[in-house]
């Protein structure tokens, strides 16, 4: 069936420092590939998506990567700063939205 | 502004009394869903719906019902809630095409005594 899974379930990081976030799918049907950021007590917001005719994305210091061969899809933030704290989400688009469990990312001072 | 409702954002109930939480989207998207949230589980599609009067259920529909009797709105409904259904729900809607990015209402924290 569809599953997405998702790596590491936290991460800390020093503010500054790079964090990469790995995600899995079991399913090769799907073409669409969501992040989502959720601040403590608010609403999952898109951040950056990717399609499947792409590698990679970019949006200034957030990008996305996708192998499909390997069914495996990556988020790298660079220069983390505290307001980077949250909780992220993937995602694969099947007939519905398949999340992974989420990663709680904590960016120190 | 395009946007995603839903009412009320917290209710405290008890254990048999019906409920309906109601979300409405003013983006004219075909495909509405509902989740729950609880810690360390992540989001859980309850159901979802690809347009008008048609429904499907989700990984977890047990225990709640849902309506799409027009485009705009989607409400989920407990006939009788269970202190397991305490959580936080979230509605959301995207047009139906592959790659339609998905909005999420603000959420509506339940707490069944």
């Known amino acids: 069936g569809e599953n997405v899974e998702q790596h590491p379930s936290t991460l800390s990081v020093q503010e500054g420092d790079s964090a990469v976030i790995k995600c899995t799918y079991s399913?090769?049907?799907?073409?669409?590939f969501p992040w989502y950021k959720q601040e403590l007590g608010k609403r999952p917001q898109l951040i950056i998506d990717?399609?499947?005719?792409?590698g990679e994305k970019k949006d200034q210091r957030i990008a996305v990567t996708l192998n499909k061969t390997a069914k495996h899809f990556s988020l790298h933030i660079t220069e983390t700063q505290p307001e980077d704290s949250a909780v992220y989400f993937c995602?694969?688009?099947?007939?519905?939205?398949?999340f992974g469990p989420g990663t709680s990312l904590s960016v120190i001072p | 502004e395009a946007q995603v409702t839903q009412n009320p954002r917290y209710l405290i109930t008890v254990t048999g009394k019906k409920l309906t939480v109601t979300c409405s989207q003013n983006m004219n998207h075909e495909y509405m869903s509902w989740y729950r949230q609880d810690p360390g589980l992540g989001l859980r599609q309850i159901y979802y719906s690809m347009n008008v009067e048609v429904t499907d259920k989700g990984d977890v529909p047990e225990g709640y019902k849902v309506s799409r009797k027009e485009k705009r709105n989607f409400p989920l409904i407990l006939e009788s809630p269970s202190p397991n259904q305490t959580s936080l729900y979230f509605c959301a809607s995207r047009y139906r095409q592959a790659g339609g990015t998905q909005y999420f209402g603000p959420g509506t924290r339940l707490t069944v005594l």
């Open positions: 399913d090769s049907a799907s073409n669409y």
């Open positions: 995602a694969a688009l099947y007939d519905k939205v398949i």
């Open positions: 990717i399609r499947s005719n792409v």
